[in-house]
T-cell receptor, first 114, second 111 residues
Framework: GAGVSQSPSNKVTEKGKDVELRCDPI?????LYWYRQSLGQGLEFLIYFQGNSAPDKSGLPSDRFSAERTGGSVSTLTIQRTQQEDSAVYLC????????????FGSGTRLTVV | GQQLNQSPQSMFIQEGEDVSMNCTSS?????WLWYKQDPGEGPVLLIALYKAGELTSNGRLTAQFGITRKDSFLNISASIPSDVGIYFC???????????FGKGTKLSVKP
């Protein structure tokens, strides 16, 4: 597509439930990134994909968080047994290659855990 | 881990004033970037800097890559209401190998 598409744009879930967040990157972009933005904070790196593999998962905050990417395209970020501290905006970005520029961000998914 | 210290956290300015914000780090980076985020949107790249000492302009925006490679500043001249938003510095090429971000400068302009 023309830009990075994320869905849903907003998600309210009950504490303890699992959620799946989707990212559809720009066609042809091999690198895909997930970031988390908490209120008043900068962007916290979560995970990086090159193609379907995730060589860098160092930012995932706990084992409740996982992500996959299939067909070198769509990625899903899954949060199991959500907690209130998981409430944040989850941003996805993609780029042609893993460089310092060329990241195009989606509009994010605002997750609220109640 | 590596951190970018961005200041100020927020600022209120009169329309027409110039604005300055900066980012510092104890680490050396190869690339510095400045992004702007509007409410409900993802960050959008404003300026990218690749060389120590480089000074780059984009319209009313000017940014510099510090000579030590540990800092960068962004200036906005003659601010207008649509400059409102959150500005993030970001850097790449340190030991982490991913783009890392400052905590942002929230800019509010009085009309």
């Amino acid at each position: 597509g023309a830009g990075v598409s994320q869905s849903p744009s907003n998600k309210v879930t009950e504490k303890g439930k699992d959620v799946e967040l989707r990212c559809d990157p720009i066609s042809g972009h091999t690198a895909l990134y997930w970031y988390r933005q908490s209120l008043g904070q900068g962007l916290e790196f979560l995970i990086y994909f090159q193609g379907n593999s995730a060589p860098d998962k160092s930012g995932l905050p706990s084992d409740r968080f996982s992500a996959e990417r299939t067909g070198g395209s769509v990625s899903t970020l899954t949060i199991q047994r959500t907690q209130q501290e998981d409430s944040a905006v989850y941003l996805c970005a993609s780029s042609l290659i893993r460089t310092g520029n060329g990241y195009t961000f989606g509009s994010g998914t605002r997750l609220t855990v109640v | 881990g590596q951190q970018l210290n961005q200041s100020p956290q927020s600022m209120f300015i009169q329309e027409g004033e110039d604005v300055s914000m900066n980012c510092t780090s104890s680490s050396i980076f190869n690339t510095w970037l400045w992004y702007k985020q509007d409410p409900g949107e993802g960050p959008v790249l404003l300026i990218a800097l690749y060389k120590a000492g480089e000074l780059t302009s984009n319209g009313r925006l000017t940014a510099q890559f510090g000579i030590t490679r540990k800092d960068s500043f962004l200036n906005i001249s003659a601010s207008i209401p649509s400059d409102v938003g959150i500005y993030f510095c970001a850097a790449f090429g340190g030991s982490q190998g991913n783009l890392i971000f400052g905590k942002g400068t929230k800019l509010s302009v009085k009309p």
